[in-house]
């Protein structure tokens, strides 16, 4: 089973990784066909625009998907010795596939082309994208391309990659790669959905990154709400912060863990995540600050359950809001409080995220929780994913447990915290947002 969903999927976590880049006059570039996905939310993702690099592969006659090397636009090109070698493919072969991908290249080009002119590289930093790299072949044509061209940097980002080419690639001056498994035996075998790009799809999302940058606000990082509000339950006044983006349709409330709120920067960073993918959140202070004072209010899950349904009421019912399907997403103890409450409320929530959570401490209400849940814990938090184990086992609702590897309870490894933000969007995205086509989500 694939790690990414498709080649979106994964632009859409490749897009976090490079978040750095952000503000720093990056042009990405991506590889025809599939590296156009994954390049064009990458684009999203840092606000840059978006562009091509044409290459082929020159596939060794008799194992067309093994590279002998590549060309490119502006007559690039490169050899793979070791492969030539190896396959003892005779010179005639060789320029005969030169000559049959150089002639679809130029075809390409010229499609691509006719419609609008090259990005100026110069002085600029070029983020070559594709969905993986396996020999290496293209990806070296590429980085040479965009040196040609002027970049003062060149950065070539993937999804997943052998680890042993990557080590011998020295044509870009950095490497970003989320996974690089010892044996990779096939790029496609890494998503669950590989299917072909075509020329059309590549042409429809160059078009799409356009007109995207000449209206930020057909993006999904523009809020139509952005602001602190005040929640009153039963005469507490509870502090919170609602976002939402432009035609929201499904709202995560966020039910923070003991000692945190609000200004929870590991939440904040979930919830940035979570309105990148469409989705409006609603980060809560469920105690005052007098109750906070009271350790014991932080387990009193019963109260805590009791506030997220007040605060889910007030969602639904602000002045003009439209209708919202709306999930929760705890942390902690407030986890326990979330299931709760879900328990209480049926099917009118849509979905629950525990991070890191206490599921366990909802009780004897896990049985009646309804919403799909999904349940993510550090491999390292051997405590707490002992306790989500037995609540899992109580659950009657769709539900599946999603294991971290290496992280401990708060998520504080290096891309931990952005591992179980992903998993907690597609979770969301996949229960809250009506599909294209009018059906929702849910199983």
């Known amino acids: 089973m694939g790690i990414f969903e498709d080649r979106a999927d994964a632009g859409r976590q490749l897009g976090l990784r490079l978040g750095y880049l952000r503000g720093q006059d990056a042009v990405v570039l991506g590889l025809p066909r599939g590296g156009v ?7 999203e993702a840092l606000g840059a625009p978006l562009d091509v690099i044409v290459v082929r592969k020159l596939g060794v006659p008799f194992e067309p998907e093994l590279a002998m090397g590549a060309v490119g636009e502006d007559n690039a090109s490169v050899l793979d010795q070791r492969v030539l070698a190896a396959t ?38 070029a983020l070559i994208v594709d969905d993986g790299i396996a020999t290496g072949s293209t990806a070296r044509v590429a980085c040479g ?3 040609k061209l ?5 950065i070539l980002a993937v999804p997943v990659a052998s680890a042993q080419v990557l080590s011998t690639l020295t044509e870009a001056d950095d490497v970003v790669c989320l996974a690089t498994p010892r044996n990779l035996t096939a790029i496609g075998y890494h998503y669950r959905d590989f299917s072909p790009t075509h020329d059309d799809d590549v042409l429809r999302l160059l078009d799409a990154a356009a007109e995207r940058l000449k209206d930020p606000s057909l993006g999904t990082n523009n809020p139509a709400v952005d602001e602190d509000v005040q929640i009153d339950s039963e005469g507490v006044p509870l502090e919170g912060h609602l976002c939402l983006p432009g035609m929201a349709e499904g709202v995560v409330v966020f039910a ?3 000692g945190s709120g609000r200004n929870s920067p590991r939440n904040r960073f979930v919830a940035s995540i979570l309105q990148r993918a469409g989705l409006g959140t609603l980060l809560l202070d469920l105690l005052s600050p007098a109750e906070e004072q009271d350790r014991a209010n932080v387990f009193n899950i019963e109260l805590l359950a009791y506030r997220l349904n007040a605060a889910s009421y007030w969602l639904r019912n602000r002045p003009g809001a439209a209708p919202f399907s709306v ?7 407030g986890a326990g409080a979330a299931l709760w409450a879900a328990a209480e409320q049926g099917q009118r929530i849509g979905g629950i995220v525990s991070r890191g959570g206490r599921p366990d401490l909802a009780g004897e209400r896990l049985a009646l929780v309804r919403a799909p849940t999904l349940l993510i814990v550090g491999s390292a938090d051997h405590k707490v ?5 037995q609540a899992q086992a109580l659950l009657r609702c769709p539900n599946r447990l999603e294991l971290v590897e290496g992280a401990t309870h708060l998520f504080e490894e290096t891309g931990t915290l952005e591992e179980a933000a992903i998993l907690a ?5 996949r229960h809250l947002l009506p599909r294209q086509d009018g059906s929702g989500h849910k199983d």
């Open 37 to 43: 996905p994954v390049a064009f939310e990458v684009a």
């Open 88 to 125: 003892r493919v005779r010179q005639e072969e060789l320029h005969a596939v030169e000559r049959r991908e150089q002639a679809l290249l130029d075809e390409r080009v010229a499609r691509y082309r006719t419609r609008r002119k090259r990005i100026d590289l110069k002085g600029r930093t």
């Open 145 to 147: 391309i965009a040196r």
């Open 150 to 154: 002027g970049a003062a940097r060149v």
């Open 256 to 258: 923070h863990g003991s």
């Open 327 to 333: 999930g929760y997403f705890g942390a902690s103890t």
């Open 385 to 389: 994913l002992e306790l989500n184990r």
């Open 425 to 429: 969007r597609d979770w969301f995205v």
